[in-house]
């Protein structure tokens, strides 16, 4: 079956515009996640939907970044202003969430270069 | 501290060779999970392997294993037979608490590099 998709592959932007990442997650997964990888910060956690409750954004670095998911399936980051230190691979993932379905499959990512 | 240590920057093995990559974690936790993942340079994050806190046996897939000592907080990823193919970068990964809490918090990565 399909996998994560990510739009776009790549983005360049200058300094200061805003930008959106789009997920769309593996079909029947109720939980989503998003993560980073820069050049010398590894892997880290930014926001995790599960189903209908509230997100857990304690990853989001500042207020600039937001994310919504829309009818429990496709997720949106958001980040606004962007900055330089902005530039990263966003990577997102899915799971069926839950005892026995937790492993994440990530999608191939959005580079995203801020000039 | 660091939730997720991979000592090993970089390693080189030689084909068919089996090879060990390293990873220990800390958590206070009873309920954990432990993941191996795989990300070649074409940069998408392919999952190998997982082992659960409360399972007794160590987990296995195909030519990946992992070797779980639970009292050392250890859970190296062994890799049976390597291939060309198996040149990557390979992250640790854990998920603490219980069910509902599901984030991963991932080690810095061990490059592995396997030579014909």
């Known amino acids: 079956g399909a996998g994560v998709s990510q739009s776009p592959s790549n983005k360049v932007t200058e300094k200061g515009k805003d930008v959106e990442l789009r997920c769309d997650p593996i079909?029947?997964?109720?939980?989503l996640y998003w993560y980073r990888q820069s050049l010398g910060q590894g892997l880290e956690f930014l926001i995790y939907f599960q189903g209908n409750s509230a997100p857990d954004k304690s990853g989001l670095p500042s207020d600039r970044f937001s994310a919504e998911r829309t009818g429990g399936s496709v997720s949106t980051l958001t980040i606004q202003r962007t900055q330089q230190e902005d530039s990263a691979v966003y990577l997102c993932?899915?799971?069926?969430?839950?005892?026995?379905?937790?492993?994440?499959?990530f999608g191939p990512g959005t580079r995203l270069l801020v000039l | 501290a660091q939730k997720i240590t991979q000592t090993q920057p970089g390693m080189f093995v030689q084909e068919k060779e089996a090879v060990t990559l390293d990873c220990t974690y800390d958590t206070s936790d009873q309920s954990y999970g432990l993941f191996w993942y795989k990300q070649p340079s074409s940069g998408e994050m392919i999952f190998l392997i997982y082992?659960?806190?409360?399972?007794?046996q160590d987990a296995t897939e195909g030519r990946y294993s992992l070797n779980f000592q639970k009292a050392r907080k250890s859970a190296n990823l062994v890799i049976s037979a390597s291939q060309l193919g198996d040149s990557a970068m390979y992250f640790c990964?854990?998920?603490?608490?219980?069910?509902?809490?599901?984030?991963?918090?991932f080690g810095t990565g061990t490059r592995l590099t396997i030579i014909p």
């Open positions: 082992q659960g806190s409360y399972d007794e």
């Open positions: 990964a854990m998920r603490e608490g219980y069910f509902g809490n599901e984030k991963l918090t």
């Open positions: 079909s029947g997964h109720t939980a």
């Open positions: 993932a899915s799971s069926y969430g839950g005892a026995g379905g937790e492993t994440q499959y």
